[in-house]
């Protein structure tokens, strides 16, 4: 958290936050306060924003508008006031790269508007793990892929499914747990070498 100091370095009192200041007193409180966030900011800015070529910038709007807002109000904190201006930039630039002028549109089909239906890669690797999913409940023991059928599939609670099949509870918990881990190592084990003999 950044401290904000009292005095300056001859002893004479700062400005309380939203107090106004001189230019020369806010030039200087800019200077220690703000300017050595850059390195942080810059870090910041390249993990979240798309477009590197415009991190200085987008580092630059935020001093500007930093200064600015500072002027009229001077943050409490600034660090976090410096990375919501700078956040606030990004998301802006954003929402601007997205639009589009209708003008240059020669038709509403060649615009690109994100669909909510999964793309065809989406579409086949979905189908691909039902497939797999598929084949794995088949070589669940029968009553084992029945509870987690029920339970998985059908939503019901573990007593639904002990009145449905006919056994305890605890033998349904213990269907479930076995199916869970066969399941776990059908899916997920590491495929063997099928060229490696034994």
Request: proline share 7%.
């Given at each position: ?83 919501a201006v700078a956040r606030n930039i990004v998301v802006d630039r954003i929402r601007h790269a997205r639009i589009i002028p209708i003008e ?40 084992c892929r029945e509870a987690v059928t029920l339970r998985k599939i059908e939503g019901l609670s573990m007593r639904e499914i002990a009145a ?35």
């Amino acid at each position: 958290m950044v401290k904000i100091m009292d005095s300056n370095r001859e002893g004479k009192p700062l400005p309380r936050p939203g107090a106004a200041m001189t230019t020369p007193e806010f030039d200087a409180w800019f200077a220690r306060e703000v300017l050595p966030l850059e390195a942080a900011l810059m870090q910041f800015l390249e993990r979240n924003c798309r477009d590197k070529a415009e991190l200085e910038d987008i580092c630059q709007d935020a001093f500007i508008k930093v200064y600015e807002a500072a002027q009229r109000e001077r943050p409490k904190l600034v660090k976090p006031f410096v990375f919501a201006v700078a956040r606030n930039i990004v998301v802006d630039r954003i929402r601007h790269a997205r639009i589009i002028p209708i003008e240059t549109a020669l038709d509403l089909d060649t615009i690109d508007i994100a669909s909510e239906e999964p793309g065809p890669e989406r579409t086949v690797i979905a189908r691909d793990e039902l497939n797999r999913l598929k084949t794995a409940l088949e070589r669940l023991p029968k009553r084992c892929r029945e509870a987690v059928t029920l339970r998985k599939i059908e939503g019901l609670s573990m007593r639904e499914i002990a009145a449905r099949m006919g056994i305890s509870v605890k033998t349904v918990d213990a269907h479930l747990v076995e199916g869970a881990a066969t399941l776990a190592n059908i899916l997920y084990a590491e495929p063997t070498d099928l060229r490696r003999k034994p």
